[in-house]
């Protein structure tokens, strides 16, 4: 069975900090997408990483894939309120689905 | 364009009723996935339609059954509600499904009582 386990579980940090957050699983994916979540809304895919060792940056935001593709990290830098959400890893499972990760929880204090 | 919708928003229902939910994917798109999310659980795959018929399913009992209209719109049905049922559900729509980009909707909050 496929399993995406993400740590931290939660993360409460100040406004202009640093933090990275991390996506790991013993199966290899053939690709892995990052969303960001806030209460009352659905996730919002915020990148897919497809290439082992891939780096994607958006923003503040930057993104990388394990070169073995079993895992994935978030790194984000000088942390903003509105970073605030659940962010959750998912990766394909079988032809049709997804399957997601824990979710880390992260709040962002001003 | 419109994204993802889903109605009713939040419903509450009592155990051993049965409740449907619906889902209108993005405009164009033909697969329509849905979700389970709980606090203990995380987000759990339910079951994704394409072109009216189910093509993959996940680990829910029976009382989980879903369908899919020639609109691409698409329903789910939970039979014999239990309070374990109480979730946010969540459909998301892809172009074709395989390997697509999903995008979700805002979900449906059912709490059973």
């Known amino acids: 069975t496929q399993l995406l386990e993400q740590s931290p579980q939660f993360l409460s940090i100040q406004e202009g900090e640093n933090l990275t957050v991390y996506c790991n699983s013993s199966?290899?994916?053939?690709?892995l997408q990052w969303y960001r979540q806030e209460p009352g809304e659905g996730p919002v895919l915020l990148v897919t990483v497809v290439t082992g060792g891939e780096v994607k940056k958006l923003k503040r935001l930057t993104f990388q894939f394990g070169d073995a593709r079993k895992d994935s990290s978030l790194h984000i830098t000088a942390a903003q309120p509105g970073d605030t959400g659940l962010y959750l890893c998912a990766g394909p499972s079988g032809t049709y689905k997804y399957i997601f990760g824990t979710g880390t929880r992260l709040k962002v204090l001003a | 364009k419109a994204g993802v919708t889903q109605t009713p928003r939040y419903l509450i229902k009592t155990r051993g009723q049965q409740v449907t939910l619906s889902c209108s994917p993005i405009?164009?798109?033909?697969?329509v996935s849905w979700y389970q999310q709980t606090p203990g659980q995380g987000l759990q795959f339910l079951f994704e339609?394409?072109?009216?018929?189910?093509?993959n399913k996940g680990n829910f009992p029976g009382r989980f059954s879903g369908r899919q209209f020639s609109n691409s719109r698409s329903e789910m049905n939970v039979s014999t509600l239990e309070l374990g049922d109480s979730a946010l559900y969540l459909c998301?729509?892809?172009?074709?499904?395989?390997?697509?980009?999903?995008?979700f909707g805002p979900g449906t909050r059912l709490t059973v009582t």
């Open positions: 998301a729509s892809s172009r074709a499904g395989t390997r697509d980009e999903q995008y």
């Open positions: 199966s290899v994916f053939s690709s």
């Open positions: 405009s164009g798109h033909r697969s």
């Open positions: 339609y394409f072109s009216e018929t189910q093509r």
